[in-house]
């Protein structure tokens, strides 16, 4: 790969797109270096603008958000469904304005949204549809693949995340018209690229309107390419890790794991508990200390967008905005989940939740 002539822009591009678009079922996809890059190029795309509302998950990671933030929008926050913690369209349908321009759900944990309500909603308002898939390469919802739910679909290829390029981010669409605002988007807002200009013997571009490198390099798409081909692996032993979490902690009555519609074919970027604070006598804080002094790497995913400072201080957000997110933000718990833990290390995160829950029921 580094021996090609190509370290950018070049062929490995466009075969990890057409791989990635293949894999999900879309038309269109363009790369782009991470995937808040590929939110801010959805946003662009969908047309928002200063002054244009965003309706926006607050139980996202805060890029999310931040994308309709960098467009000079304004992210108008939507609570969410108690059992999921997905967007709740009720919600959605609650805060739309005569400034509403899209929707921008948050397939949360790796479980696609209610696309079909929220489709309903984005067409009776002519709103764009945009999921930030993040952590749902691979799900289904009705046997339908993330990547035709939305408008506009994205992806990030973080470590963390399902495959990876290091750093890297993807847009899918169905729409040629949404693709190639992107394309322009990732690379200065330049009409046409290098490609063109060679075929076309001049040197003439044109930049038709304010765009930024958001470019992904040859490199990074030849790995992801490579991590692509063992993607269907990788989720078949998240889901088995998670079902043998769901197994063992049926048992304990003060945890509750996530409720994912039955329509869902999960793909388990995070394992999320929720712990029913009455039967305990700590709060989720003591629970989280406990199991990282077991050697055990939970998390807390996430703390809800509208409660961040900086969202205090420039939207006037704050408690009571969105009450379901805050009253689960209060309860929940990311244990570890990927592909290459052993069953052994299964048993251990299952060991040490059992120990440090059950030594604080009340
Ligand atoms: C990881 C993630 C992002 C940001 O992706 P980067 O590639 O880190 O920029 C955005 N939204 C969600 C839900 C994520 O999990």
Avoid at 85 to 90: A, M, S, V
Avoid at 218 to 229: H, Y
Avoid at 245 to 272: I, K, N, W
């Amino acid at each position: 790969m580094l021996r090609s002539d190509w370290i950018t822009t070049g062929p490995a591009v466009e075969e990890f797109e057409e791989a990635l678009a293949a894999f999900v079922g879309a038309r269109h996809a363009v790369a782009v270096s991470t995937g808040t890059a590929a939110l801010h190029a959805a946003t662009y795309a969908a047309g928002v603008g200063p002054g244009d509302e965003v309706i926006v998950s607050c139980m996202s990671f805060v890029a999310t958000a931040n994308a309709v933030v960098f467009q000079g929008g304004t992210p108008v926050f939507a609570d969410v469904d108690a059992g999921t913690l997905l967007i709740d369209p009720e919600s959605v349908e609650d805060r739309i304005s005569n400034r509403t321009k899209a929707v921008l759900a948050v397939d949360y944990a790796g479980q696609p949204c209610d696309y079909d309500t929220l489709r309903s909603i984005c067409d009776r308002n002519d709103l764009t549809l945009i999921a930030d898939a993040c952590h749902s390469l691979g799900a289904e919802r009705d046997g339908r693949p993330v990547g035709t739910l939305a408008d506009i679909s994205l992806f990030s290829f973080h470590p963390v995340k399902h495959i990876t390029a290091g750093e890297g981010g993807m847009c899918v669409t169905d729409d040629a018209g949404h693709a190639e605002r992107m394309r322009l988007f990732r690379n200065h807002g330049i009409t046409v690229d290098h490609h063109e200009r060679r075929a076309g013997r001049t040197w003439r571009y044109d930049v038709v309107d304010l765009g930024y490198n958001y470019r992904l390099t040859d490199f990074q798409c030849a790995l992801a390419t490579s991590q692509l081909r063992k993607l269907p692996g990788w989720l078949a032993r998240r889901r088995e890790i998670a079902l043998r979490y769901g197994e063992a902690f049926c048992e304990l009555e003060a945890v509750e794991p996530l409720r994912p519609d039955p329509s869902v074919e999960h793909a388990y970027h995070l394992y999320v508990i929720e712990l029913d604070l009455e039967r305990l006598d700590v709060g989720r804080g003591d629970i989280f200390a406990g199991l990282r002094d077991e050697g055990i790497g939970v998390n807390v995913h996430y703390v809800p967008i509208h409660l961040h400072s900086f969202y205090r201080r420039r939207f006037g957000t704050g408690p009571g905005l969105c009450p379901v997110a805050e009253a689960a933000y209060e309860r929940i718990l990311s244990l570890p989940i990927f592909p290459r833990m052993t069953d052994d290390d299964v048993e251990d995160v299952i060991t040490a939740a059992l120990k440090v829950i059950g030594d604080h029921l009340r």
